[in-house]
């Protein structure tokens, strides 16, 4: 069974830029949900997403969008990007909820100058 | 406001010898807890999870133990090995099916010593 998917694994923006990040969960999971990871701040939930709908989100700006597609895939988006954005952002894929397993795919570090 | 908190940045332990991470919550909603290991370059991989309902999940050399009138958990490794090296996040998610997400302590860096 294959893993969850994130593309790019790394990307270098600049300032004021935007950048989508995509994740492919593992096949038959329906919940993806994003994090991001920063050394001062450690992992931190953005939002989940569960048959194409937003269930929650967490407190980041509205710059930091999302979707999720019919086919469970999921994309995240940030627009006019700061260099506080720079991190690691985490994509993790579950059956039915995080409160599953929720298994975590490779990231994509993403470096804004 | 953190409200997972693992206060121990790093852990030496030798190989061999038991391996204890601990990790405290303040939200008494939270009534899931899960451990997951992180190497470099890698995303978190799941290690082991525990219900509010008990107080103590093993699975093989991972034993984690929960404390609800301390809000404190756990993680016991043993034998400690030179692969278990590696940073470790304590993540708590509350009612209504973790919908709010996994509320992860900043980790607790782990080094094995021959």
């Known amino acids: 069974k294959a893993g969850v998917t994130q593309t790019p694994r790394y990307l270098i923006k600049t300032r004021g830029q935007q950048v989508t990040l995509s994740c492919s969960p593992i096949?038959?999971?329906?919940?993806v949900s994003w994090y991001q990871q920063t050394p001062g701040q450690g992992l931190q939930f953005l939002f989940e997403?569960?048959?194409?709908?937003?269930?929650n989100k967490g407190n980041f700006p509205g710059r930091f969008s999302g979707r999720q597609f019919s086919n469970s895939r999921s994309e995240m988006n940030v627009s006019t990007l700061e260099l506080g954005d720079s991190a690691l952002y985490l994509c993790?894929?579950?059956?039915?909820?995080?409160?599953?397993?929720?298994?975590f795919g490779q990231g994509t570090r993403l470096t804004v100058v | 406001d953190q409200q997972v908190k693992q206060n121990s940045p790093s852990l030496s332990v030798q190989e061999g010898r038991i391996s204890i991470l601990n990790c405290d919550y303040t939200?008494?909603?939270?009534?899931?807890f899960l451990w997951y290991k992180k190497y470099p370059a890698e995303g978190p991989t799941f290690l082991i999870s525990?219900?509010?309902?008990?107080d103590k999940n093993e699975d093989g050399r991972f034993t984690v133990f929960l404390n609800k009138s301390a809000k404190h958990l756990s993680l016991h490794i043993v034998p400690s090995q030179p692969g278990d090296s590696a940073v470790y996040f304590c993540?708590?998610?509350?009612?209504?099916?973790?919908?709010?997400?996994?509320?992860f302590g900043k980790g607790t860096h782990l080094i094995i010593q021959p």
């Open positions: 997403y569960f048959s194409e709908t937003q269930r």
């Open positions: 525990i219900s509010s309902i008990k």
């Open positions: 993540a708590a998610s509350g009612p209504g099916g973790g919908a709010d997400g996994l509320t």
């Open positions: 096949s038959g999971h329906r919940s």
């Open positions: 993790a894929s579950s059956t039915l909820t995080v409160n599953t397993e929720a298994f």
């Open positions: 939200n008494s909603m939270f009534d899931y």
